[in-house]
């Protein structure tokens, strides 16, 4: 027997959540984190082929907001200044009521990539994109169907 899902069980990315350092983010647009396997050519004897081996990981992601306060700006700016390297927790949570559970992960360690100081264009909104790296994680919550 085949497994079937109902559309109405897809979550929607409607019902996600951002919070950084603990403060909530009501301006957030998405959130994407990845990690990136590192891996290693492995030549296989008596094979016209080659395997590999995870070495090691890279995270990576990207916050998307609306711009409608400076909470970069004032989050990150002094540490910068100082010559010291911010580093943030982001607590993204996916809770769509329709679908099967929720989903909440912690990224404990983001350190982002750049700082926007001066964005805008006529006649257009302001968004942020801030891209970060990390290394830890963890899964507070899962989907498990």
């Known amino acids: ?9 897809v979550i929607s990315g409607t019902f996600g959540e951002l ?3 603990g403060d909530y983010v009501a301006e957030v647009l998405g959130v994407q984190a990845k990690v990136e396997l590192i891996k290693q050519d492995v030549p296989l004897a008596g094979k016209k082929t080659t395997d590999q081996k995870v ?3 890279k995270g990576n992601g990207t ?3 609306h711009k409608v306060n400076s909470r970069m700006i004032r ?4 540490d910068i200044l100082r010559g010291v390297s911010p580093r943030m927790q982001l607590l ?12 909440r992960v912690l990224i404990k360690d983001a350190s982002f990539n750049d ?10 909104l302001g ?7 990390f290394t830890d994680w963890e899964l507070k919550d899962t989907i498990n169907n």
């Open 1 to 9: 027997m085949a497994n079937n899902i109902n559309g109405d069980r």
């Open 19 to 21: 919070w950084l350092d």
């Open 55 to 57: 070495m090691g990981y």
């Open 63 to 65: 916050v998307r907001m």
């Open 75 to 78: 989050k990150m700016s002094a």
């Open 92 to 103: 993204s949570s996916l809770n769509d009521p329709g679908a099967l559970g929720a989903e």
């Open 115 to 124: 700082l926007t100081l001066i964005d805008w264009e006529l006649q257009k």
């Open 127 to 133: 968004e942020i994109e801030a891209p970060f790296t």
